[in-house]
């Protein structure tokens, strides 16, 4: 009998902070990757309005990550100090200011200043939220939270596709070009966000006043349980953790990565362009969301397949060759459809790989070093996103085709699933001992 009431009370519990949590986190998130991919469909009006080449658009895309490295670590340390409900507050709301301020870039200089300082603004907002989630979720029930949460990347593709290039094609008004529209419009719901948030998320389940006092108790004690539950993870101070081998090894996984995800994000719209002439830029957006849509059922449907196994790094790897095939594959063939589909099966591959992926630091770090180790590897990694646009933008131009720019990814995906597939994640016996030492 008590054990039916405690199975009871842990469904009741966990049911209502997945509700609360996960649904609202993944709404921040599209409204995020909106804010940074829509330069993509922007690119299609933008780049001969402004005069860019497919080089100067691949910096303008890319450049964004600069700023992001650069601020990645400092705001997750500051979201630490804070609280996730200010600091996330902060993020969306400067974010917004400047991602709506980028549609009045008048010269390629001032996108690329507006497209930095977008990075610098939301840098931390994805880490973060990351770590948030460790809050209030279980190392059982992680790779499938965090897939839901990162569905919304392929979700905002999904949703912005359509919506970025029909406000495009039909609105206008005030001397201003559709795609000046589109980012001031998709600007404002961030700043919107950033104001709500401060009265809706909660911090900690401590202060969650929407458990019961039981449900709370039980939160916050399985919490503890799951993190004594794993006796040989390491606690590392800041450099120490930033510096630590397999957190720098996954790191340069991470920015392989990025240059291909990041790479054909963002190029996205263009390579459809090319598949066939005559669409308008509403077809394209349509046309678009075919791929992200199977890319978000197969990310879910492999994060639970992980969590099911209790298995992080195969799980993780395999995605990538997956991905790597098909992009090479894409350019092989002559029929639009069939090209389309190797491009869905390429970012299936692409997305399934996340949620597996940033369980793999709880695999040798405690959960507090961990919130600074993965805003490390995220900001090291998203350097890729600014070599993936600008490397691809180069190709275009020396090549005059994009084929060389997907070869170029495909290869770097098949470098990091085999770095992925043989890396040592597991603690090994010498770091077992050093941590007896330290705990003695």
Not at 123 to 135: D, E, K, Q, R
Not at 141 to 167: C, D, H, K, N, R
Request: some cysteine; hydrophobic content about 55%; proline content about 4%.
């Amino acid at each position: 009998m008590a054990a039916a009431a405690t199975d009871a009370l842990e469904n009741a519990t966990m049911r209502k902070v997945f509700w609360r949590i996960i649904p609202y986190c993944f709404g921040l998130y599209v409204i995020s990757y909106l804010d940074r991919a829509n330069i993509g469909y922007a690119a299609l009006e933008m780049n001969h309005e402004l005069a860019l080449t497919s080089e100067a658009f691949g910096f303008a895309a890319g450049i964004f990550f600069i700023g992001y490295f650069l601020f990645e670590v400092p705001s997750n340390m500051a979201l630490n100090r804070f609280g996730a409900r200010l600091w996330i507050s902060r993020i969306l709301i400067t974010w917004g200011v400047i991602a709506a301020a980028t549609g009045f870039a008048q010269t390629a200089t001032q996108l690329y200043v507006l497209r930095f300082l977008l990075g610098v603004a939301e840098a931390g907002f994805f880490p973060g939220i990351i770590v948030y989630l460790t809050y209030w979720f279980r190392t059982k029930e992680q790779a499938t939270t965090v897939a839901l949460f990162t569905a919304a990347i392929p979700v905002s593709y999904l949703l912005g596709a359509p919506l970025s290039t029909w406000i495009m094609d039909h609105v206008s008004g005030f001397g201003l070009s559709g795609w000046r529209w589109m980012l001031v419009l998709e600007g404002a719901p961030a700043i919107i966000a950033g104001v709500a948030n401060y009265f809706i998320m909660t911090d900690r389940p401590e202060q969650a006043k929407w458990l019961s006092p039981e449900q709370r108790a039980w939160l916050v004690g399985e919490l503890r349980k799951d993190h004594a539950a794993r006796p040989n993870v390491q606690h590392l101070g800041v450099m120490a953790a930033i510096t630590n081998g397999k957190v720098l090894f996954l790191s340069v996984i991470y920015f392989i990565y990025q240059v291909g995800n990041l790479g054909i994000g963002l190029w996205m719209p263009q390579i459809i362009k090319g598949l066939s002439s005559g669409l308008s830029n509403f077809e394209i957006g349509l046309i678009a969301m075919v791929p992200y849509a199977f890319a978000t059922v197969a990310m879910v449907l492999w994060s639970r397949s992980s969590d099911r196994t209790g298995e992080r790094q195969k799980h993780s790897a395999l995605p990538l060759l997956v991905g790597a095939v098909a992009l090479a594959a894409t350019g092989l063939v002559v029929q639009p459809s069939i090209a389309l589909g190797l491009i869905s099966v390429a970012l299936a591959g692409i997305y399934a790989f996340k949620s597996p992926f940033w369980s793999l630091p709880g695999l040798f770090l405690t959960r507090s070093t961990a919130a600074i180790s993965i805003a490390a590897i995220n900001s090291i990694g998203n350097l890729g996103g600014f070599a993936g646009p600008y490397a691809i933008g180069t190709i275009k131009d020396w090549t005059g085709s994009a084929y060389g720019g997907l070869l170029f990814l495909s290869g770097l995906l098949f470098l990091s699933f085999l770095m992925t597939w043989f890396a040592r994640m597991a603690t090994t016996p010498e770091e077992q001992a050093e941590i007896r030492e330290i705990r003695a």
